[in-house]
């Protein structure tokens, strides 16, 4: 039954717009990329009876009456697209109210509706009915030098620790080496000097007559060489 409804809405809202020459075309879908532009063409028409003194380019999102996010005669732009609308249309020459959204975000995700409003000798408003649904993907998983600022500094804070870790490391083996050395220098010094205390014990005392090679001289032999 709702579907049923939905149809016959939509029947009459294209003999509404189109029975009296009124149309606007929008292409059903479109797919951007974040961070890229993408333009969303809008083309219209109206009876040759009308003679606008001024024609009027509105643009929603969301549903049929959804909120305005651009009126050209205004010059109003919903927030979240401030500074990010281009209007492309030429709506006296070609009849067509075409825009440009620049920096697209994944938020961009949405339907867009293009409404035309003149002004003359007859005043009209139309826009499309199903608008054009826009998709938003992502650029790829290539990180931005933003991100990558943090991993270039945790990795050099890593390398850091580990060129600390080592040459502490080097330090500690340095000094055992010295001390080993000492040590071992200790040792040596020890050792001479014990082979030294012993050498002056074994030499024979001054005088005591028990000098190796020494030859006793007897007292007669003294006595007869002075005569």
Known sequence: MDSAVCLILL????????????TVSQPERLEGLIGKSIDIPCSFTYPET????KINICWRRNNYHGEFIFNLSRRYTHPHYFGRIDFLGSPYQENTGTIRINHL???????YFCRVEITGNYNEQWQSITGTFLTVRGQGPTPSPAQ????????TSVRTVEDEDKLGQNVILIIRSVLALGMLAIIWLIGIYLMKSREVTILPIEGSGNRPNERRVDQTEVTSRNL
């Open 11 to 22: 029947y009459l809202s294209v003999v509404m717009i189109n029975g009296d020459g009124f």
């Open 50 to 53: 009308h003679k606008p003194r």
């Open 105 to 111: 975000k994944q938020r961009d995700q949405n339907r």
């Open 148 to 155: 990558l600022t943090p991993s270039v500094t945790a990795a």
